[in-house]
């Protein structure tokens, strides 16, 4: 029923996935799925790739200076200290493993089950729209039979002259 004077819906069994997913209830818990959410939509992005291979090359000259000493003078010198190779490692092996990655995985629980409520809307209208097409089959075979018996009065009747149609001798 709908909320309109209690008239039925027009496709009661047509449900939108935003109906079957259960919403969050607390604040946190809806503060918390919006952020991973937007995280993972972040993260996921070419941007994020090309921060993350940026990231991977600042280390690269203090590598390269660590096997060849002579390179050292390539290259600046804040870029080739080991603290650069320190933060690098920190942000690479300790926020992105340890802090991101969780994230990302609650973000992707997140979209997976908006897709999975969004499947089983598609099922449900899916269903119904074939029992609706099964149902007008067997009216129009119906309809088909009745018109075909119809249709074959009408020709008997033309074939026969009935009395009251002067069809007798006279």
Same mark, same amino acid.
């Given at each position: 029923?709908?909320?309109?004077?209690?008239?039925?819906?027009?496709?009661?069994?047509?449900?939108?996935?935003? /109906?079957?997913? %259960?919403?969050?209830?607390?604040?946190?818990?809806? #503060?918390?799925?919006?952020?991973?959410?937007? &995280?993972?939509?972040?993260?996921?992005?070419?941007?994020?790739?090309?921060? #993350?291979? +940026?990231?991977?090359?600042?280390?690269?000259?203090? &590598?390269?200076?660590?096997?060849?000493?002579?390179?050292?003078?390539? #290259?600046?010198?804040? &870029?080739?200290?080991?603290?650069?190779?320190?933060? &690098?490692?920190?942000?690479?092996?300790?926020?992105?493993?340890?802090?991101? +990655?969780?994230?990302?995985?609650?973000?992707?629980?997140?979209?997976?089950?908006?897709?999975?409520? $969004? %499947?089983?809307?598609?099922?449900?209208?899916?269903?119904? +729209?074939?029992?609706?097409?099964?149902?007008? +089959?067997?009216?129009?075979?119906?309809?088909? /039979?009745?018109?075909?018996?119809?249709?074959?009065? $009408?020709?008997? /009747?033309?074939?026969?002259?009935?009395?009251?149609?002067?069809?007798?001798?006279?």
């Amino acid at each position: 029923m709908s909320s309109d004077g209690g008239r039925p819906a027009p496709n009661a069994y047509v449900v939108h996935p935003a /109906e079957l997913r %259960a919403a969050p209830t607390s604040a946190v818990t809806r #503060f918390n799925t919006r952020l991973a959410v937007r &995280i993972t939509a972040v993260m996921g992005s070419m941007w994020s790739a090309y921060a #993350f291979a +940026l990231l991977s090359l600042l280390s690269l000259p203090a &590598i390269l200076v660590a096997f060849s000493p002579g390179l050292r003078s390539w #290259f600046p010198s804040w &870029i080739v200290t080991t603290s650069m190779i320190t933060l &690098i490692a920190w942000i690479s092996q300790n926020f992105l493993q340890l802090v991101l +990655l969780p994230v990302i995985m609650v973000g992707q629980n997140v979209i997976q089950s908006q897709q999975d409520a $969004k %499947a089983e809307a598609d099922h449900r209208t899916l269903t119904y +729209l074939t029992n609706l097409q099964q149902e007008q +089959l067997r009216l129009l075979a119906g309809q088909r /039979e009745v018109l075909e018996r119809l249709d074959a009065e $009408k020709r008997s /009747e033309r074939a026969e002259p009935s009395p009251d149609r002067g069809g007798g001798p006279g």
